[in-house]
């Protein structure tokens, strides 16, 4: 079936750190990757995606690489800020089939 | 331009009480979508929507759950007779087509309490 696992948090880092919140999926077909971020009571939003084997996606200093043999999407960044804590959901689609979802991974930045 | 709205943003009821959480789409957007966030859980999808017909609703908990879109700009998604354990943020999204591409949006959540 269609499932992503991502680690577990929650994950406290101090400002300046480098972060890795790793992602594995099911690979079934084809399927497109995205990381997702929700900010506190907030819903959430598209942070980044990737769409075949290879690509990278990045945006805001995050970054992650849509590796096909490891069946792995993990998001990194090099410097994190107190302003990225929020919780971090993988995600992943194939056709027309809706987003599934990982279970979100709680980021705190103190500084 | 507005992005996916719900209402009630906060909702706390008895247990046995009948809940209503609204959800306007962004406009444009063919394709509606309910989630249902929970610790234990994470996020679930319920029920989505395409061009106003529902699509798959095999996440729907159980019958006390229901969602209509009688039109395309509204959603609504009840719970008759609401339980303790339907506590959870229940997320709108919409998106353009199927939500393929996978770029929904998010409204910011109805956060429902039971007691």
């Known amino acids: 079936g269609n499932s992503v696992t991502q680690m577990e948090g929650p994950v406290t880092l101090s400002e300046e750190a480098f972060l890795t919140i790793n992602c594995t999926y099911t690979a079934t077909g084809y399927p497109s990757l995205f990381w997702y971020v929700q900010y506190p009571g907030e819903g959430l939003q598209l942070l980044l995606k990737a769409t075949k084997a290879d690509d990278k996606g990045s945006n805001k200093g995050f970054e992650a690489t849509y590796r096909k043999e490891t069946t792995s999407f993990h998001l990194e960044k090099g410097s994190v800020q107190v302003s990225d804590s929020a919780v971090y959901f993988c995600a992943r689609n194939s056709g027309n089939t809706p987003l599934v979802f990982g279970k979100g991974t709680r980021l705190s930045v103190i500084a | ?115």
């Open chain 2, 1 to 115: 331009d507005a992005g996916v709205i719900q209402s009630p943003r906060h909702e706390v009821t008895e247990m046995g009480q009948e809940v209503t959480l609204r959800c306007k789409p962004i406009s444009g957007h063919n394709s509606l979508f309910w989630y249902r966030q929970t610790m234990m859980r994470g996020l679930e999808l319920l029920i989505y929507f395409n061009n106003n017909v529902p699509i798959d609703d095999s996440g729907m908990p159980e019958d006390r759950f229901s969602a209509k879109m009688p039109n395309a700009s509204f959603s609504t998604l009840k719970i008759q007779p609401s339980e303790p354990r339907d506590s959870a943020v229940y997320f709108c999204a919409s998106s353009r087509s199927g939500g393929d591409t996978g770029e929904l949006f998010f409204g910011e959540g109805s956060r429902l309490t039971v007691l």
